[in-house]
């Protein structure tokens, strides 16, 4: 940790941790002040510079302040963006220097799967519009707001009648329940039903897909947006990744859908971070972080086709719950 002099007086500044990729380098930390939130402060690295505008609050910092700081505290992420490709020579062991090749490494586009399609709008995209043109009602599983800086959904459908639901209540929220009894709480009503980065934090799914059956209208939409890769968050309850034939198959038929459109979202790389023989060409398979789904009402879902007894209590042990809103801000 450091202190920062400045036109607006002195920061306390730490950074907590930093990663780098092909295009760059992300930086995380958080910086103390007497002060409002600093908006002059920027990153330098090879010629290139970043303004950090990504903050949030972090009250838990207070006790890591230096002596004599009684102000507020904010981290923050930024990323900075690098052109430095390193030069790498290739020779023969034992070769004579005039022997060597000097080369720069470039980078490539990836490389997608062919039966990876790209569309001119996104699955999100598409089913606001719809959404918006059907002026019906409709319904966001996990409308709580648990990101810093997340903002609620109810401002993008105004000509739908919106109703947020989730597990704990907060002012996007209307209705407080468990999505596993969606049909408790709801009937046959809703034009629309969508959730975003909810489906991994459902026990039983294939329950719930069922439930949103039941309070759907016939030819009704739901979207879904969950993760096909990425980190383990809201612990103990992140249960699933998705692939697309996954999110196929939880809104089958069977249970009263047909797929519009299902796709994967936000190319990436995944590597370990101790490199193994066996892994070495990891980097260069195709991942995604995300997958959506689009889907549509076509039946009323058929009790004969579905049968599913077991509670959430029941699988889990009436101990576990999803955790309690805490202030932190962690990924979504």
């Known amino acids: 940790m450091f202190l920062l002099p400045g036109p607006s007086g002195e920061l306390a500044v730490n950074i907590s941790d930093y990663w780098s990729d092909q295009h760059g380098i992300g930086i995380t930390g958080w910086v103390s002040t007497e002060d409002q939130l600093p908006q002059d402060l920027e990153l330098v690295q090879d010629g290139a510079v970043v303004t950090i505008t990504s903050w949030f609050p972090r009250p838990d910092l207070a006790e890591k302040q230096p002596s004599g700081f009684r102000g507020k505290a904010w981290g923050f ?10 030069l790498v020579k ?52 996990g409308s709580r ?3 810093a800086g997340g903002q609620g959904k109810r401002a ?49 799914p294939w329950v719930v897909a069922a439930e949103i059956n039941k309070v759907l209208k016939p030819g009704g939409l739901t979207f879904h947006s969950t993760h096909f890769a990425f980190p383990v968050h809201e612990r103990p309850w992140d249960f699933w990744r998705y692939t697309d034939q996954s999110l196929r198959v939880l809104f089958s038929p069977p249970l009263g859908f047909e797929v519009v459109r299902c796709e994967f979202d936000t190319p990436a790389r995944m590597h370990p971070d101790t490199p193994r023989e066996d892994l070495l060409g990891l980097p260069l398979e195709a991942v995604w972080v995300g997958i959506s789904v689009l889907a549509r009402k076509t039946a009323d879902i058929d009790p004969t086709k579905f049968v599913w007894s077991a509670s959430v209590a029941e699988c889990l042990g009436s101990e576990s719950a999803y955790p309690a809103p805490s202030g932190s801000h962690g990924v979504g």
Request: with cysteine; net charge neutral.
């Open 90 to 141: 290739l020779r023969r062991r034992g070769s004579l220097r005039r022997d060597e090749h000097e080369f720069q490494l470039r980078r490539h586009p990836r490389k997608l799967p062919s039966w990876h399609k790209a569309h001119s709008a996104t699955l999100l995209e598409e089913f606001i519009a719809q959404a918006n043109r059907a002026e019906g009602n409709i319904l966001e599983i």
């Open 145 to 147: 707001q648990v990101c």
């Open 156 to 204: 993008l459908f105004p000509n739908c009648a919106y109703t947020g639901f989730d597990y704990y209540k907060d002012e996007n929220t209307d209705v407080v329940g468990d999505a596993h009894r969606l049909s408790n709480y709801f009937s046959r009503e809703f034009d629309a039903v969508f959730s975003l980065a909810v489906l991994e934090h459902l026990a039983m």
């Open 77 to 86: 992420r930024c990323y900075l963006p690098t052109n430095t490709t390193p």
